[in-house]
């Protein structure tokens, strides 16, 4: 749920540091047997620890005179809501509504928001329980519902059971109860793993093949042009996700040593200056496919004012919203009768492709932006194994050496 530190000013008062670097000071303060977490308006500077060690002492004054009123203070709180409650009659709607409050700035829009639907989804089944009444029982319920009846698949699930984990933890921490439900359920237990292999709800690497990519990059280019093209023939020779596609720009590129910096990406319309994970902000080697992409795409993009490498059809800017591709992509796999598989299936293309060809999977996993070579050991084992007995690497996927070259003066119309 994001790295957060928290340095005590003084008693009650804190300086909360977010992962993305964002600082605020917080009280806390006993109300009615609730205890309250606050985050005020104010600059986290010296001026505003005096501030907050004054407020927070009237804050208590008032309430041990009886005339404390939470709504002129904190008129915006999730907690005035339930203000005259005891913890422990809280319901565990209320509960997620003051968590996604206090997590706001800790994340990512994108992340934030994934929780926000995690909430939705776990509101109709347990946001009615009082904390301390929400047993074992009910959330194996609600599970074998997802599991079982919507084929919802298990990292889904557990996605959504994160919010409702954290409220739990925290009531276990402030004794409210004495043990967090979930821990005693095995959710992988309660999924009906053949039904939602049934309900066709289980993702599996299925990449393309050599014919098909070409088919699709002609085809792209015939309905939306060459530049719409370059973009999808650098999703298949480089294996970016579709974010990171996005968010390149040519201040990226390294010509002479034909390498590029990955270090921003593009989600739901928000441009994000980091990547998803700390190991996806990377530098990747260029590709024979990847960098004729680029050479061929600089005369249409590369003197734009916004920087950004690939841009939409018509002059209508860059991509920022994942249906500008997914509309372009699913016509022209409709058009050429090609089996449909998404987006994403480009990034496990060059994957399998490489792997395929002997390429050491250490520096795959850096190439890919993941921590570690495990993941791929274990999603991508299939083409490990083929490259012991092939050994075959198409030549659009090896890697270009570095050039000497002016980058300037190149000029390449080379087509896979």
């Not at 505003?48 to 002129?72: D, P």
């Not at 509101?123 to 009615?128: A, E, S």
Request: charged fraction near 30%; hydrophobic fraction near 35%; proline fraction near 3%.
């Amino acid at each position: 749920m994001g790295r957060v530190k928290d340095t005590k000013i003084a008693r009650g008062i804190a300086l909360r540091t977010y992962e993305s670097g964002l600082q605020v000071i917080r009280i806390t303060f006993q109300y009615k047997g609730l205890g309250c977490r606050e985050t005020l308006k104010i600059k986290p500077n010296k001026t505003g620890e005096k501030y907050a060690i004054s407020l927070k002492s009237e804050i208590e004054n008032q309430i041990e005179r009886g005339t404390f009123n939470y709504l002129e203070y904190f008129p915006d709180s999730p907690r005035a809501a339930i203000l005259g409650l005891s913890t422990s009659q809280r319901t565990v709607k209320e509960e997620l509504d003051v968590w996604l409050n206090d997590i706001k700035h800790a994340h990512r829009n994108s992340t934030y928001k994934a929780y926000k639907r995690a909430v939705k989804q776990l509101k109709p089944f347990v946001g009615k329980y009082k904390l301390r009444h929400l047993d074992a029982k009910i959330i194996k319920k609600m599970i074998r519902y997802w599991g079982q009846d919507r084929g919802v698949t298990l990292k889904t699930i557990r996605n959504y059971l994160l919010p409702l984990r954290a409220i739990l933890d925290d009531a276990v921490s402030e004794e409210t109860i004495t043990r967090n439900p979930i821990d005693q359920i095995k959710v992988a237990k309660l999924i009906d793993k053949k039904k939602i292999i049934a309900n066709g709800r289980t993702y599996k690497i299925d990449p393309f093949d050599s014919n098909e990519i070409s088919l699709i990059l002609s085809r792209v280019e015939l309905l939306y042009g060459e530049s719409c093209r370059h973009f999808f023939q650098f999703g298949f020779y480089q294996g970016l996700r579709i974010s990171e596609l996005f968010g390149l720009k040519w201040e990226d590129v390294d010509w002479r040593n034909n390498r590029v910096q990955i270090q921003r990406a593009v989600v739901e319309r928000v441009l994000q200056e980091e990547t998803k994970t700390v190991a996806g902000e990377r530098e990747i080697d260029l590709t024979i496919g990847g960098h004729a992409a680029l050479i061929n795409q600089k005369k249409h993009s590369q003197l734009l004012k916004s920087g950004f490498i690939f841009i939409r059809a018509d002059g209508k800017g860059p991509f920022i919203d994942y249906e500008h591709s997914s509309t372009m992509w699913k016509r022209a796999l409709i058009q050429e009768k090609i089996r449909y598989r998404n987006q994403n299936q480009m990034r496990h293309s060059f994957a399998s492709n490489k792997l395929s060809g002997n390429a050491n999977i250490f520096y795959m996993a850096e190439q890919m932006g993941h921590e570690t070579p495990e993941m791929l050991m274990r999603v991508y084992a299939k083409w490990i194994k083929s490259a012991r007995d092939e050994g075959k690497l198409a030549v659009d996927f090896e890697r270009i050496q570095p050039t000497n070259t002016n980058p300037h003066l190149i000029e390449q119309n080379y087509r896979p």
